[in-house]
């Protein structure tokens, strides 16, 4: 099966930029996932990327996907402390199963 | 549109006892997913349902665990007999499972378990 690994903890200051990165074992996911969890919730969808882009912009938050060192990115500029979270990333194919694997998710604490 | 519903919201309960927890998916989803979260081994995937039918359920740790979905709008996650490592938060999730497009998975906001 596919892993998918983060690193465990980010912390960075209010109005910074965050780059939370993610690494993946298996190229044939088609669709590459991130998703907020706050606490005591359960997992939103950020934002998601197709397999055949290399990069996708909505708002504050830039995803880049780098396929030949399976290496997926979350860029969020000017940090906020509502974005104190957990940050997950996930693959999944494209229709069949609707499974995704999900990484062991990033802490991300913003300090003023 | 009310999003995934699950109940209880908190349960504590002492070990041996029997467990259920309670998922109603969105309406219109085909695909229901039960995941537990630890701090020791994060988000993990235990069973997952399509149009009402197991499909892959190799996350079920043991046989002390069961996952039924008799309807498209209910399923339940039983643990029995429960022990203290069974303590965790359980989330339900679901999703639409459409031939190409993405598959956005919506998640519950999960049941806190405690086993004395």
């Keep these: 099966g596919e892993d998918v690994e983060q690193s465990l903890f980010l912390s960075v200051r209010e109005g910074d930029s965050s780059v939370i990165n993610c690494t993946y074992t298996d190229s044939s996911s088609t669709y590459l996932y991130w998703y907020k969890q706050e606490p005591g919730a359960g997992l939103q969808l950020l934002t998601y990327i197709f397999s055949n882009m290399d990069m996708k912009q909505d708002q504050r938050l830039t995803v880049l996907l780098n396929k030949k060192d399976k290496h997926l990115s979350l860029r969020i500029a000017d940090t906020q402390t509502g974005d104190s979270a957990i940050y997950f990333c996930a693959g999944g194919l494209t229709g069949g199963g609707n499974k995704l694997t999900f990484g062991t998710g990033t802490q991300l604490k913003v300090e003023l | ?116």
């Design chain 2, 1 to 116: 549109d009310a999003g995934v519903i699950q109940s209880p919201r908190h349960e504590v309960t002492e070990m041996g006892q029997e467990v259920t927890l309670r998922c109603k998916p969105i309406s219109g989803h085909n695909s229901l997913f039960w995941y537990r979260q630890t701090m020791m081994r994060g988000l993990e995937l235990l069973i997952y349902f399509n149009n009402n039918v197991p499909i892959d359920d190799s996350g079920m740790p043991e046989d002390r665990f069961s996952a039924k979905m008799p309807n498209a709008s209910f399923s339940t996650l039983k643990i029995q007999p429960s022990e203290p490592r069974d303590s965790a938060v359980y989330f339900c999730a679901s999703s639409l499972r459409a031939s190409g497009g993405h598959n956005e998975q919506f998640f519950g906001p999960g049941t806190r378990l405690t086993v004395l």
